[in-house]
T-cell receptor
Framework: ETGVTQSPTHLIKTRGQQVTLRCSSQ?????VSWYQQALGQGPQFIFQ???????GRGNFPPRFSGLQFPNYSSELNVNALELDDSALYLC????????????FGQGTRLTVV | DAKTTQPPSMDCAEGRAANLPCNHS???????VYWYRQIHSQGPQYIIH???NNETNEMASLIITEDRKSSTLILPHATLRDTAVYYC????????????FGSGTRLLVRP
């Protein structure tokens, strides 16, 4: 158990719809990162939030957006869902800094049909 | 792109040491080496990290070569529950401290 919780655990959406995924970070962690993991591949960095502001972004289109709240929990929003968005979405929390480990939640399995 | 290369798969016998290699020849002086593992369909689990000295914790040991171009993760007494995909990651510092995952090594621990 890492103390990072994600909801929902599974979700099925139709192409073109919008989805919101949620993440509660571990107590004391002010940085949240989101990753997308397609089947058979390693996780890919989507973006990171630090103190409610985006603090880095990977190679994902603007229809992937996020929020971080004052309690450091976070949301990932994906608009205009495409079939290729089907993946495991992982949230990781950490205290800020290069020497600190990131702790991952169990992920949300999104299926787009 | 990932800054590490790992063998795609390895196996070892239960109770023996598992030694997982990783090459990171382009690592910069202030970049850390991290190891995570992922058991099927679960979130990645942090194992250990280091800069240039060898590190040990309750899960594993990390041996980093003097030139820092490669490292080895050692699970001293592998169990069946250690079967997982192991990722060696160089943590890049830009505006964030993102983790860039490669394809990892699939470790199978045999009974």
């Amino acid at each position: 158990e890492t103390g990072v919780t994600q909801s929902p655990t599974h979700l099925i959406k139709t192409r073109g719809q919008q989805v919101t995924l949620r993440c509660s970070s571990q107590s004391g962690h002010n940085t949240v990162s989101w990753y997308q993991q397609a089947l058979g591949q390693g996780p890919q960095f989507i973006f990171q939030y630090y103190r409610e502001e985006e603090n880095g972004r990977g190679n994902f289109p603007p229809r992937f957006s996020g929020l971080q709240f004052p309690n450091y929990s976070s949301e990932l929003n994906v608009n205009a869902l495409e079939l290729d968005d089907s993946a495991l979405y992982l949230c990781a929390s950490s205290p800020v800094g290069p020497t600190t480990e990131a702790f991952f939640g169990q992920g949300t399995r999104l299926t787009v049909v | 792109d990932a800054k590490t290369t790992q063998p795609p798969s390895m196996d070892c016998a239960e109770g023996r040491a598992a030694n997982l290699p990783c090459n990171h020849s382009t690592i910069s002086g202030n970049e850390y080496v991290y190891w995570y593992r992922q058991i099927h369909s679960q979130g990645p689990q942090y194992i250990i990290h280091g800069l240039k000295n060898n590190e040990t914790n309750e899960m594993a040991s990390l041996i980093i070569t003097e030139d820092r171009k490669s490292s080895t993760l050692i699970l001293p007494h592998a169990t069946l529950r250690d079967t997982a995909v192991y990722y060696c990651i160089v943590r890049v510092k830009d505006s964030s401290y993102k983790l860039i995952f490669g394809s990892g090594t699939r470790l199978l621990v045999r009974p």
